[in-house]
């Protein structure tokens, strides 16, 4: 079994910054994809940023310029640097994986989300 434990959340005010964690642990075999989603109460999940294995990226068109997602493959870890924040980023904050297990069997592994409040 594959575990995400996403963190790094809290309050910051407009302008601020914040970097979220996110670290895999358990029965590891292959991550390909990692990223980040968020969402608020009543609407859906929403891709915030991507990052393949061979380290190429993809944003969000409201987080471009302001976000940056890298990783550490060996560790099975990967970071969202969050700068220039506003009120809108507001959100929990999910870890999302793309695993392959031994056998070339997929699985999406979710964490259990970090709450982001921008507000003064």
């Known amino acids: 079994q594959v575990r995400l434990e996403d963190s790094g959340g809290g309050l910051v005010q407009p302008g601020g910054t914040l970097r979220l964690s996110c670290v895999g642990s358990?029965?590891?075999?292959?991550?390909?994809?990692m990223g980040w989603y968020r969402q608020v109460p009543g609407r859906q999940r929403d891709l915030v940023a991507m990052?393949?294995?061979?380290?190429?990226?993809s944003y969000a068109d409201a987080v471009k310029g302001r976000f940056t997602i890298s990783r550490d493959k060996a560790k099975n870890t990967v970071w969202l640097q969050m700068n220039s924040l506003r009120p809108e980023d507001t959100a929990v904050y999910y870890c999302?994986?793309?695993?392959?297990?031994?056998?070339?069997?997929?699985?999406?592994?979710w964490g259990r989300g970090t709450r982001v409040t921008v507000s003064s």
């Open positions: 999302f994986a793309h695993h392959y297990g031994s056998a070339g069997d997929y699985s999406p592994v």
């Open positions: 358990g029965t590891i075999y292959r991550i390909q994809g």
């Open positions: 990052i393949a294995r061979d380290n190429s990226t």
